[in-house]
């Protein structure tokens, strides 16, 4: 059974600094790897993919990855109170024909 | 259509009666996935469908639960004898193929069962 492990949170940034989620998987033979954002009452959305070990950069958006440590992580620079979510980390397979397994989420909170 | 529809976007029902709930998936894409989400838990993996035929029902709660695609589009999961643990939302999610990892979800559909 594959696990996505993430800390619930709530994680509290000042607006301005860097948040760092992080995620831990269990299957070692893993390949893909998501970032979903979640607002409350909305659905998860898609913000970033990661399939190769090092850094991928996308605007204020950093995911790292580190496959033998079998751990993914988030970056948001220069925080703002719109990133206030719940971040779900997810990894492909274990859900019927390489779906995705998710994370419980990391809930973010930016104080203004 | 532009994105993943579903409905209805809520659900008020009676324990015991049956909900059926639509998702109408990206123009285009073969692979469709039901999710369920609780309060305050991740997503939990229903079933998937690639084109009309689903391959793995192992994540159905229990034979209360069933979901059908037809014309390879729009996809229903039909929950009989509604229970109060089956209060949730329920999240559809598509992907070109099978092999493209990247999902995209619907706004779900939220069941309350008083």
């Not at chain 2, 229903?76 to 209060?87: A, K, N, V, W, Y």
């Not at chain 2, 070109?96 to 990892?101: A, D, F, N, V």
């Amino acid at each position: 059974q594959k696990e996505v492990e993430q800390n619930s949170g709530p994680l509290s940034v000042p607006e301005g600094a860097i948040a760092s989620l992080n995620c831990t998987y269990s299957d070692r033979g893993s390949q893909s790897f998501f970032w979903y954002r979640q607002y409350s009452g909305k659905s998860p959305e898609l913000i970033m993919s990661i399939y190769s070990n090092g850094d991928k950069e996308d605007g204020r958006f950093t995911a790292q990855l580190n496959k033998a440590s079998q751990y993914v992580s988030l970056l948001i620079r220069d925080s703002q109170p719109s990133d206030s979510a719940t971040y779900l980390c997810a990894v492909k397979g274990g859900g019927g024909a390489d779906g995705l397994t998710f994370g419980k989420g990391t809930h973010l909170i930016i104080q203004p | 259509g532009a994105g993943v529809s579903q409905s209805p976007s809520n659900k008020v029902t009676e324990k015991g009666k049956d909900v059926e709930l639509r998702c109408d998936p990206i123009s285009g894409h073969t692979a469709l996935y039901w999710y369920r989400q609780s309060l305050g838990q991740g997503l939990e993996f229903l079933i998937y469908f690639q084109g009309n035929s689903a391959p793995d029902k192992s994540g159905l709660p229990s034979d209360r639960f069933s979901a059908e695609r037809t014309g390879g589009s729009v996809s229903t999961l039909t929950i009989q004898r509604t229970q109060q643990e089956d209060s949730a939302v329920y999240l559809c999610a598509s992907r070109r193929t099978i092999l493209t990892g990247e999902l995209f979800f619907g706004e779900g559909s939220r069941l309350t069962v008083l």
